[in-house]
């Protein structure tokens, strides 16, 4: 027994220099074409005096990929006592994009923008959206630059609001291509002519790889005839945060130039091993005399999403929402729309103060090469809002199939969707979306 006892004494007692050494991040060397070296090493996640893994090293590289202004990037680290030096090597440029699409269905709707990245050596992208149907129009521009994000947007809509038995209404919005007033003329109970503009400020600020925040204020104005409704103004201010990681960026802008390809023979490859990606978005709006809104309006949202990408680059993928309307006046109901995942198309929707939703969809690749990926998506979402007394569901199911090349920045295809409740079909073409 003593001699266990003096065996544990020792092993308690070994020397700091027995134990595995930490190895930290020694200088971060860096070149590139357009961008200074400080700029490009303030871009990059690791810095002089960091703890060095081999999975901080791997993300710190997807960051600078990430940024989509790159035609090359190489990276390497040479080992110093307990230090590695890294070393990267970058060709950056910069681009400038039109692209103009149009939609079609029952509505029609197009659209134009500009995307430009890198025109000021700072690895910043800025983009400019326009777009309108016969529901209205909408504006928006902005920049992400280092670790802010500022957006500026405006929209005006013009439309009748119908309302139907068992709590549904008509979806509307500038890229809603459905129009169900003759397919549902037999449940109608009553409609309203509806205006609203919207001006909408954005600041967000990244504390950390996984952790933004942001703040939103808002001038909203809802004109209603012939019925009043909640005529005036909803002016309101909504504060968030969010933690993503190993979230799939979405459109990248930069391969119509030739840019931000860098990191497309590492996607081809299979993963080592299966890995996960989160993402949590929670927010609180809330408005008042104080806004110089006429209604009390206290809303709290929550996001949340788990990907899993398996060795072969398949994914799962589950969703889930929640909104709570506290005090908020018929324009600022929780729509069932806003609890789904998007995958699904819908001539309506149903409006209430609370609700919760969840989604899941499985991304099959049935082709990866050179030139693109081919993508088929079943889905089935569901979403409960509280209406009219009681909880009513919303629920779908369907699948997109999508094609993406590299060099063009949406993935684009057709989405068929069947509303579960009612039974109503959809079949669209799809621009863009999630990939």
């Known amino acids: 027994m003593k001699k266990l006892l003096l065996l544990l004494v020792c092993w308690a007692y070994l020397p700091a220099a027995a134990q595995t050494p930490v190895v930290t991040v020694g200088e971060v060397h860096a070149s590139a074409t357009r961008m200074s070296a400080k700029t490009l090493q303030k871009l990059f996640l690791l810095k002089p005096g960091d703890s060095f893994t081999p999975a901080a090293y791997e993300k710190a590289q997807d960051d600078l990929h990430n940024l989509r202004v790159f035609k090359k990037l190489e990276f390497s680290t040479q080992d110093r006592n307990s230090q590695k030096d890294i070393f990267i090597q970058a060709q950056d440029g ?7 699409f149009a939609s079609g269905g029952k509505k029609s709707a197009a659209a134009l923008s500009l995307a430009a990245g890198n025109l000021f050596k700072q690895g910043e992208s800025t983009f400019f959206f326009a777009g309108g149907s016969e529901d209205g129009f909408s504006a928006m521009a902005g920049a992400s630059i280092g670790n802010e994000f500022f957006s500026l947007g405006f929209t005006k809509l013009n439309f009748d609001q119908r309302f139907y038995r068992n709590g549904w209404s008509n979806s509307f919005g500038i890229f809603s291509t459905t129009d169900d007033k003759d397919e549902y003329a037999g449940e109608l109970l009553g409609q309203a002519h509806t205006r609203k ?3 909408a400020f954005t600041y967000m600020h990244r504390f950390s790889r996984t952790l933004r925040g942001f703040v939103r204020p808002e001038y909203v104005r809802y004109s209603y005839s012939p019925h009043a409704l909640d005529n005036g103004s909803h002016n309101q201010i909504t504060l968030g945060v969010r933690f993503t990681d190993d979230i799939r960026k979405g459109a990248n ?4 130039s030739g840019y931000g390809l860098t990191d497309k023979k590492k996607s081809l490859q299979n993963l080592p091993r299966a890995r996960q990606g989160y993402g949590l978005n929670l927010f609180y709006s809330a408005g008042g005399s104080w806004t110089g809104s006429d209604y009390d309006i206290s809303k709290l949202g929550l996001e949340a999403a788990w990907v899993l990408e398996l060795k072969n680059r398949h994914m799962l993928v589950t969703e889930l929402r929640a909104q709570d309307a506290f005090k908020a006046p018929f324009s600022d109901g929780i729509l069932s729309t806003e609890l789904l995942s998007g995958m699904g198309r819908y001539d309506r929707q149903i409006r209430g103060s609370r609700g919760a939703g969840a989604a899941v969809s499985f991304i099959y690749y049935l082709l990866r090469n050179d030139t693109g990926l081919l993508s088929l998506a079943p889905f089935y979402e569901l979403a409960y809002v509280y209406a009219n007394t009681r ?10 199939l999508t094609y993406k090349l590299w060099r063009f920045p949406f993935p684009f295809g057709i989405n068929y969707t069947r509303n579960l409740q009612d039974g109503s079909e959809q079949v669209g073409f799809v621009f863009g979306g999630k990939f």
Request: aromatic share 16%.
């Open 94 to 100: 910069y681009y400038i994009f039109p692209l103009a």
């Open 197 to 199: 503009e919207q001006l």
């Open 253 to 256: 802008m930069g391969a119509l």
């Open 391 to 400: 909880y009513r569901p919303h629920s779908g199911a369907g699948a997109a």
